[in-house]
């Protein structure tokens, strides 16, 4: 497919992007930026979620893995939908009530400024690497199939693509961006239906024939056995979960979304409706992997050594030139609403949670403003330089140690919610820095080590459970307990 006319179409379709943007964003407040102003339909916010949720990796890496993986991811979709269930029912309620703009201020009303700090910062830590790493991930699909080679033509279409995020997310924030995501989203699910449905007929099968295809390959199998493996169904189930709570339930980029609804309710309503699309999704994006590779067993197609090609090789390489236009507007469309939300989201954690600037009341709205412009293109820089970074180093061994190290990073502020929802006390402020850094370490070491604890044992997803108990188990050695209703507790009471 010509270059020149998929760039048209990225062009025109960046176009659309912002004049959704523009429209949205007419007469955005910091409020509007922040929460979007408390207005946000909860049906437009559960269908952008969609695309949130997924990212521009799950498009290319979830049909990868269905030739050695089969069906198993679902085992985690499953563990998502009891977690989103968690997340609507104990912490949205909780976030409502305390009527936040950072979830993350919750830790300063019940342990104090340390500990809201460090939960922040942990935040803040996690969401930059991930961001940055998807975002070179898909990049550098990008470049692997429709740019030419070296760091210099990578450099600028990171650059562009942050410049274009920065361009239709900075002045409406989140009320700009929970109508992006709808249109992202579409496009995004456009690509994946599209495509499955046209190999699908390339291969002249009906869609009962395709399932019976895919289950005589063996790809539709789902529940893992061997409760060794890091992908026994109960470590996968039991990790989804908490994975959903902790990254979505903890992370200010997916609750600042569902904050911004206009009531507690309708934020309910859109996270389990959010749920169950999302576990169609999923199933179809398995679906695509187990077509993706009867196509290439069908027109003898060597399977890349890189899984995650893939999908990219049949779709611009094999595929008529609507599908690579569609594929391209898909890709882009996935990795969007992952970047622009953490790039609001992380401008919207360091503005409030670490300058204070909603606690500054000396400050004018003209000086507040000012203050988020400048974190949020500090940030996009940011973002730049790790994106940059990660093409330097780009070793599969050190993405998939900071991939673990984001992983690790939620766990102590799972335990830090736990430790203030299910108990009444009062711990050391000063020392749960310390207890927020040796947790990880610990479930890193045993992590390294799991082999030798128990021959042939891994860890899965579970994991993040381990690191957010002993963050717990930290807290309550350093804790006492409490001598009087705190401030936060009569605030809950009302």
């Given amino acids: 497919m010509s270059p020149i006319i998929i760039s048209i179409s990225l062009i025109a379709y960046f176009i659309f992007l912002f004049v959704i943007a523009w429209y949205t964003s007419r007469n955005a407040t910091n409020d509007g930026f922040f929460r979007g102003s408390k207005a946000s339909p909860w049906y437009i916010v559960a269908y952008g979620m969609i695309g949130t949720s997924l990212s521009g990796v799950t498009f290319i890496s979830v049909p990868g893995k269905v030739g050695t993986a089969h069906f198993a991811y679902f085992q985690v979709v499953i563990g998502y939908l009891i977690g989103y269930f968690v997340v609507a029912m104990v912490l949205l309620p909780l976030y409502y009530k305390l ?10 009303k019940r342990f104090g400024n340390t500990t809201y700090k460090t939960g922040a910062g942990f935040f803040i830590l996690s969401r930059t690497l991930g961001a940055t790493l998807r975002l070179f991930l898909v990049i550098n699909v990008l470049q692997i199939f429709l740019l030419p080679e070296g760091l210099g033509f990578f450099t600028i279409a990171a650059f562009v693509i942050l410049v274009m995020i920065l361009l239709y997310t900075f002045k409406g924030g989140v009320k700009s961006i929970v109508w992006t995501d ?25 869609f009962s024939g395709l399932i019976g295809s895919l289950k005589e390959k063996g790809y539709t199998e789902i529940f893992m056995t061997d409760w060794l493996k890091g992908n026994f169904f109960i470590k996968q189930i039991i990790g989804g979960m908490f994975i959903t709570i902790s990254m979505t339930g903890l992370d200010q980029e997916m609750m600042q979304k569902n904050i911004s609804c206009k009531n507690l309710g309708e934020a309910q309503k859109n996270m389990i409706t959010f749920s169950f699309i999302l576990l169609v999704v999923n199933l179809i994006f398995l679906v695509l992997g187990g077509v993706l590779y009867l196509y290439a067993e069908a027109k003898a197609i060597e399977i890349p050594a890189l899984t995650d090609n893939l999908f990219p090789v049949i779709a611009l390489h094999y595929l008529p030139g609507f599908i690579a236009i569609i594929f391209v507007i898909g890709l882009i469309s996935a990795l969007f609403p992952s970047a622009d939300g953490a790039l609001t989201a992380l401008t919207s954690s360091i503005c409030i949670d670490i300058l204070g600037i909603n606690d500054k009341k000396e400050l004018s709205e003209q000086q507040r403003t000012k203050t988020r412009l400048t974190v949020h293109f500090i940030m996009a820089f940011v973002f730049l330089l790790f994106v940059i970074g990660f093409k330097i180093l780009n070793k599969a061994a050190i993405i998939d140690l900071l991939l673990k190290i984001a992983g690790y990073t939620y766990g102590p502020l799972l335990g830090l919610f ?6 009444k ?11 927020c850094l040796v947790a990880p370490v610990i479930c890193f070491v045993a992590d390294k080590n799991s082999d030798k604890l128990i021959a042939g044992f891994s860890f899965g997803p579970e994991m993040l459970l381990w690191n957010g108990l002993l963050t717990f188990i930290g807290l309550y050695i350093i804790s006492k307990p409490a001598t009087e209703v705190s401030a936060l507790d009569t605030e809950l009471n009302r």
């Fill in 182 to 206: 709808m249109l992202q989203t579409t496009f995004m699910l456009l690509a994946l239906v599209t495509c499955v449905w046209f190999i699908k007929n390339e291969l002249h099968l009906s």
């Fill in 99 to 108: 009527n936040l703009t950072s979830i993350y201020t919750y830790l300063q």
């Fill in 418 to 423: 736990m430790f203030g929802i299910l108990t």
């Fill in 425 to 435: 006390r009062k711990i050391n402020d000063s020392l749960s820095p310390v207890i």
